[in-house]
């Protein structure tokens, strides 16, 4: 059974901080590597996917993937408040034939950005 | 350029009724994934269709569950015998064949009470 782990927090950072926010899975098999945000009452979005060991950088998103420990982070630089959500890590492979493109969640950790 | 377009966006139904819901994916998307998600947890995945064929079925989902996607295009998630506990919102997502599996475009959401 693939699990995903995240703190649920919630995580509180005034407008401006780093908001780190870590996730760890469970299948060593794992390839692809996804961070959604979700607020309330809205469906989960896509912003941020990762494939490689190493950071990936995208605007003040940073994704960061370290296979050998099974831990995916996101680093939101300078948070607003619209960061306020729900964030949510997940992971989906390994691929075969066109099977197993099901996505694993993990249950979120909410983030508050204070103004 | 249209996202992906749920009905109803929510439905109110008594236990033991049926209830359909319908997902309409981005019109060049061929894959289309069921989500079930319930307050404070991450989505979980209930079944994917690459074109018409169904791939993938979560074990979760009981034969009370049922979904198709004739022709490729719309696809429908119809629950028989509704029970309490399949209170949920109910997303639906679509991915495009050149993009990674797991990089999904999600609707609104069907929101599911049964009394």
């Known amino acids: 059974q693939k699990e995903v782990e995240q703190n649920s927090g919630p995580l509180s950072v005034p407008e401006g901080a780093i908001a780190s926010l870590n996730c760890t899975y469970s299948?060593?098999?794992?390839?692809?590597f996804f961070w959604y945000r979700q607020y309330s009452g809205k469906s989960p979005e896509l912003i941020m996917s990762?494939?490689?060991?190493g950071d990936k950088e995208d605007g003040r998103f940073t994704a960061q993937l370290n296979k050998a420990s099974q831990y995916v982070s996101l680093l939101i630089r300078d948070s607003q408040p619209s960061d306020s959500a729900t964030y949510l890590c997940?992971?989906?492979?390994?691929?075969?034939?066109?099977?197993?493109?099901?996505?694993?969640f993990g249950k979120g950790t909410l983030l508050t950005v204070n103004p | 350029d249209t996202g992906v377009s749920q009905d109803p966006r929510h439905k109110i139904t008594k236990r033991g009724q049926n209830v359909t819901f319908r997902c309409d994916p981005i019109?060049?998307?061929?894959?289309l994934y069921w989500y079930r998600q319930t307050l404070g947890q991450g989505p979980e995945f209930l079944t994917y269709?690459?074109?018409?064929?169904?791939?993938?079925k979560s074990r979760l989902l009981s034969d009370r569950f049922s979904a198709e996607r004739p022709k490729g295009s719309f696809s429908t998630l119809e629950i028989q015998r509704t029970e309490q506990g399949d209170s949920a919102m109910y997303l639906c997502?679509?991915?495009?064949?050149?993009?990674?599996?797991?990089?999904?475009?999600f609707g609104e959401g069907s929101r599911l009470t049964v009394l």
């Open positions: 269709f690459q074109n018409e064929a169904q791939l993938e």
């Open positions: 997502a679509s991915s495009s064949s050149g993009g990674a599996p797991g990089e999904l475009f």
């Open positions: 997940a992971v989906n492979g390994p691929y075969s034939g066109g099977s197993n493109y099901k996505l694993t």
């Open positions: 990762i494939y490689s060991n």
């Open positions: 019109s060049e998307h061929n894959r």
């Open positions: 299948d060593r098999g794992s390839q692809s």
